[in-house]
């Protein structure tokens, strides 16, 4: 499966780290994309054809790591790609999506809001791969 993060706004230090980080862990388990777009004006044309969106949305839906597993799986048997939209650091993704995930209660920067996302999707794929990395 190949999951695209669509972000609005350039990644800076310390977060690039972070980031890196978790491309290189992801590798192993998915074909990952990660593209910066300037502004959320071209959002909609980036989007990969015949993929499953989700955008993140502070009132979308909350999963604890076990349960995004299993909504990552279900993912992945659909047969379709899969695409997260974060937004810039003033949020309001206008875009049609399948799906609106939240990452919490809580306002995170939208920087910090791709390193959880990626850990959490590292942290689902090594679930599913029965991998130590999850204690819980």
């Known amino acids: 499966m190949k999951v695209t993060v669509l972000s609005v706004g350039r990644l800076r230090a310390p977060w690039a780290d972070d980031v890196a980080h978790y ?16 502004d959320g004006s071209r959002l909609a044309s980036r989007v990969p054809d015949r993929a499953w969106v989700s955008v993140l ?22 047969g379709l790609d899969l695409c997260f939209v974060i937004g810039g650091a003033y949020g309001g993704v206008e875009l049609e999506a399948d799906h609106r995930l939240s990452l919490g209660p809580m306002t995170l920067p939208h920087q910090l809001a ?23």
């Open 57 to 78: 949305d502070d009132a979308g839906t909350a999963y604890d790591s076990v349960a995004f597993s299993a909504f990552l799986e279900q993912r992945r048997m659909s």
């Open 23 to 38: 491309e290189k862990l992801l590798g192993r388990h998915c074909r990952l994309e990660l593209v910066e777009l300037r």
């Open 114 to 136: 791709r390193v959880v996302l990626l850990e959490q999707l590292y942290r689902a794929h090594s679930i599913l791969a029965g991998e130590p990395y999850h204690h819980g």
